[in-house]
Nanobody, 123 residues
């Protein structure tokens, strides 16, 4: 069984920065792509950024140039550095493990999820 635990969320002013972390249990972490999604109440889970095992990355247009995803396979951890935050970035952020080594933008292609961490950006 794989468990994902996110941390690092909080309240920040517009223009500020936060760094989210997601620690995974299990020995096969490095074999799978990982991604960050976010979700507002009543809305669908939205793709933010993904990273493959070898480190290649992909971003949603809305965060490109502001967010950076990275991973440390030795620590079973994936990170999301968020800069120039905007109130529109307010959401619960989730990390997910892809069913394969490919980055997918559809949350149905992810089989394990963390509990989420709240990010609130004030104007």
């Amino acid at each position: 069984q794989v468990q994902l635990v996110e941390s690092g969320g909080g309240l920040v002013q517009a223009g500020g920065s936060l760094r989210l972390s997601c620690v995974a249990s299990g020995r096969t972490f490095s074999s799978y792509a990982m991604a960050w999604f976010r979700q507002d109440p009543g809305k669908q889970r939205e793709y933010v950024a993904g990273i493959r095992s070898g480190g290649s990355t992909h971003y949603a247009d809305s965060v490109k140039g502001r967010f950076t995803i990275s991973r440390d396979n030795a620590r079973n951890t994936v990170y999301l550095q968020m800069n120039s935050l905007d109130p529109e970035d307010t959401a619960v952020y989730y990390c997910g493990r892809s069913r394969t080594y490919y980055i997918r933008t559809d949350p149905r292609d992810y089989d394990y999820w963390g509990q989420g961490t709240q990010v609130t950006v004030s104007s």
